[in-house]
Every structure is written in structure tokens, then in C-alpha cells.
């Protein structure tokens, strides 16, 4: 082959690369542009936007800039470190009940109990229906005059007369905390249950002959494979409890006496009840800061990617 016909050979391959090049260039662009804009868009410019109000008076009339004046106000105030610490127990609790519950469940229906797939296709009712249907149903059962729980332990002599849950000032938190575990319960089910049954059963059976107890096999088995999962469920529904608005607000608007008011509830409060929406995308914000380092914090500390992949 005589070198002209090589030079040209070479030309055309280095042109070939080149479009190949712009081409996949071009498809990068394309599926990753959308992609952005839709980002900015739903996420960046609201939250910019939110934190931007925060630093005004009324932002919606007659706005005054008071810079970091309503964080100020707020972290001074009393109220808002009651409101935080109502935040805090409601989520660890609702997450940690969630949790247990779920992965004991997914733990016996593991087994291939008789009943097993029925149970299993009955814990995903609770997760699909209506927040309000929930609501009303829990508060039928708690109801002091007509509510089953109520006559149940009346009759049984653990009470001497029906307990309001969800106005008494004592009983108010468990109660929104124990319908909020009925309803979300099924989501760390479900993933923990798919995880079980992702581990080798081998492993369970040499387990068995080197003569391991069924607590070794769960701590030397069972956890190490589930704690990635139980990692991805204590942040994210963590983070999904301590923002939670719909049930706390349907069962007690926040009462009795702001003994449920989360900061949520009071976020909504201080924007519709008080007209003042500085001061609740303030507390609105301090939440969203609250969540980032929580976030940062935990995924330095376990990496709980790394126990998934």
C-alpha cells in the first residue's frame, strides 16, 4: 500500500473517531441537559428561592429585609427547641418501631410459614391506603365513646374509664405514633424481606452442621446481609418522619396544648394562621439545614451505599 493511500486510510479512520466522538458527545448532552434544567427547576430554584424569603419580614407584602433576624428569633425562643425535641421522638420513634416490626415480620414470613404469601400481600394495604381513611379508622378504634380499644379495656379492668387518646396530653404522641407505624410499617418490610430472600441458603445449612444456634446465624448471617438495607431505611424514612405533616395534623392538629406539634405543624401555622411567611420558610430552612448535616453526618459515619452495592 503506497503512503498516500495509507495517509488517506488514516484521515478517514481519525474522521471517523471524530464524528463517533461528537456523536456520543451530542447523546451525553441530550440525555444530561433535561436532566439539569429539570433539576434546577423542581429542586434549586425553590430552595433559593425559599431560603431568599427567609431573610424578609413579609415577603409577600410590604417585604423588609431583617438578614438572619428570623433564625435569630426563632433559635431564641423556647418554643422552637420544644418543637424540634416533639420532631425528634415522633421520627426516631416511628422509624425505630417501623423497623422492628417490619424486620420481624420479614423474618417469619421468610421461613415459608403456611400463610406466608397471604400475609405478605396483606401488609401493603395499610402503605396504599389514604392518609385520611387511615386517620379516620384510628380514630374510630381510640374514640372514648364508641372506639373497640376503649371497650375492650374497660371490660378487661386494665382501665376504669375510656382514655381520649388523642386529646389527652399523656397518650396523644403514642397515638399518632402508633398509626403512623400501622401505615408504615410494610415499607422496611418489603425491603428487608427482599433482602432476606437474597441471601444463599448454603450459607444457613453449613451454619447448621458446624452446629450454629439460630441467634449466631442471625448475627453472623442474617444481620451483616440486612444491615446496609437497615441503614437506607433508618435515613430515609427518618428524614420522611421528621418532615411528616399529614397524620400528625388529620388526628390533632398539633394539640393537645402543641404536645404534637412538630416543626412541620408549626411551619404551617406560622405561613397560614399567622400570615407571617419570613418566619416560616425560616424555620422551613433551619429544617432543611438540620436534615443536610443529619445527612452528611450518617452517610460519613456508616457509608451505608457501600453495604448495598
Known amino acids: 500500500m503506497s503512503t498516500a493511500l495509507k495517509s488517506r486510510v ?10 463517533e466522538l461528537d456523536g456520543t458527545t451530542l447523546l ?16 434549586v430554584i425553590p430552595i433559593v428561592y425559599a431560603l431568599g424569603m427567609s431573610l424578609f419580614t413579609s415577603p409577600v407584602r410590604n417585604p423588609e429585609f431583617v438578614g438572619l433576624g428570623n433564625y435569630i428569633s426563632l433559635l ?39 400463610g406466608g404469601d397471604a400475609l405478605r400481600t396483606l401488609m401493603i394495604f395499610p402503605y396504599l391506603l389514604p392518609t385520611l381513611v387511615v386517620i379516620f379508622m384510628w380514630k374510630f378504634i381510640l374514640d372514648p365513646n364508641i372506639g373497640i380499644l376503649n371497650q375492650f379495656l374497660v371490660e378487661a379492668g386494665l382501665i376504669d374509664k375510656p382514655i381520649a387518646f388523642f386529646s389527652t396530653l399523656e397518650f396523644a404522641m403514642p397515638a399518632v405514633v402508633i ?36 441467634w449466631q446465624a442471625f448475627r453472623d448471617i442474617t444481620f451483616p446481609h440486612l444491615r446496609g438495607a437497615i441503614l437506607i431505611i433508618l435515613l430515609v424514612r427518618g428524614i420522611w418522619m421528621f418532615n411528616k405533616f399529614d397524620i400528625i395534623y388529620l388526628s390533632t392538629h398539633g394539640g393537645p396544648l402543641k404536645q404534637t406539634t412538630t416543626l412541620p405543624i408549626r411551619v404551617y401555622q406560622i405561613a397560614f394562621s399567622e400570615v407571617n411567611f419570613g418566619m416560616a420558610t425560616a424555620l422551613a430552612g433551619i429544617m432543611f439545614f438540620l436534615l443536610a448535616v443529619v445527612a452528611v453526618v450518617y452517610f460519613r459515619a456508616f457509608a451505608p451505599e457501600k453495604e448495598v452495592a
Open 28 to 43: 451525553l448532552a441530550a440525555c444530561f441537559v433535561p436532566m439539569l434544567v429539570f433539576f434546577l427547576v423542581v429542586w
Open 76 to 114: 431564641g425562643s423556647g418554643e422552637f427547641w420544644g418543637f424540634l425535641w416533639n420532631s425528634i421522638v415522633y421520627a426516631v420513634s416511628t422509624t425505630a418501631l417501623s423497623l422492628v416490626i417490619g424486620l420481624g415480620l420479614a423474618l417469619v414470613i421468610n421461613q415459608r410459614i403456611r
Open 10 to 19: 488514516a484521515a478517514a479512520q481519525r474522521a471517523l473517531r471524530e464524528h
Open 179 to 214: 398509626t403512623s407505624v400501622w401505615k408504615f410499617a410494610s415499607f422496611a418490610f418489603f425491603i428487608l424481606l427482599a433482602r432476606l430472600q437474597a441471601i444463599d441458603p448454603d450459607l444457613y445449612e453449613r451454619a447448621r452442621v458446624e452446629g450454629a444456634t439460630t
